[in-house]
């Protein structure tokens, strides 16, 4: 079984398009995180949900917005989609603060 | 953030025990040492972590210097699945510190 899976694996779209990366754990886990691999393959941290409620929003242009419909889910909506974005995003969930991470396989975004 | 300096990358022959050396010399007195590694196409995944006290379990061991400046990821015996970018990340123990800082991280590259 998967404990954190995310949809799609791959996404290629077109600048200006708006698109949504989904990302689902079944571990039973308070906190969940967005983090983006650049090409250069730094991981950074975007958010962080704790309960459904945001902890950390890392200076993440507001295009970008998290949504948590439950503590199980955390989704991630991009607006105007720019060449910039282009990265794999990783979602991850977390027992509580401080306890290890489990990541997803990542979505691998590309805009073209 | 705090930041941790690690060499860029490592060499050993399937087998042998690995040292993966990392510095934190700027780490407070709440952070916790964690480990991670990232193999091909795949997300970060958990190895182990420590405040204070070595500690061990069944994917490696954590050295940690007395004066907690610098720490130690051993791997007893490299198989070649171990083969990966192995990041040391410094953690604070409170929600809104609650963010892994990804560094560049130790690429090792394993031998038959």
């Known amino acids: 079984d998967t404990a954190v899976s995310q949809t799609p694996k791959y996404l290629v779209t077109q600048m200006g398009n708006d698109k949504s990366i989904k990302c689902e754990q079944n571990l039973g886990h308070d906190t969940m995180y967005w983090y983006k691999q650049d090409s250069k393959k730094f991981l950074k941290i975007m958010f962080s949900?704790?309960?459904?409620?945001?902890?950390i929003n890392e200076t993440v242009p507001n295009r970008f917005s998290p949504k948590s419909p439950d503590k199980a889910h955390l989704n991630l909506h991009i607006n105007s989609l720019e060449l910039g974005d282009s990265a794999v995003y990783f979602c991850a969930s977390s027992q509580t603060v401080g306890s290890p991470l489990h990541f997803g396989n990542g979505t691998r975004l590309t805009v073209t | 953030d705090a930041k941790t300096t690690q060499p860029n990358s490592m060499e050993s022959n399937e087998e042998e025990p690995v040292h993966l050396p990392c510095n934190h010399s700027?780490?407070?007195?709440?952070?916790?040492i964690h480990w991670y590694r990232q193999l091909p196409s795949q997300g970060p995944e958990y190895v182990i972590h420590g405040l204070t006290s070595n500690v061990n379990n069944r994917m490696a061991s954590l050295a940690i210097a007395e004066d907690r400046k610098s720490s130690t990821l051993i791997l007893h015996r490299a198989t070649l699945r171990d083969a990966a970018v192995y990041y040391c990340?410094?953690?604070?123990?409170?929600?809104?510190?609650?963010?892994?800082?990804f560094g560049t991280g130790t690429r090792l590259q394993v031998f038959p």
């Open positions: 990340i410094l953690r604070g123990p409170f929600y809104n510190t609650d963010k892994l800082i």
């Open positions: 700027t780490i407070s007195g709440t952070d916790y």
């Open positions: 949900y704790n309960n459904k409620e945001l902890i």
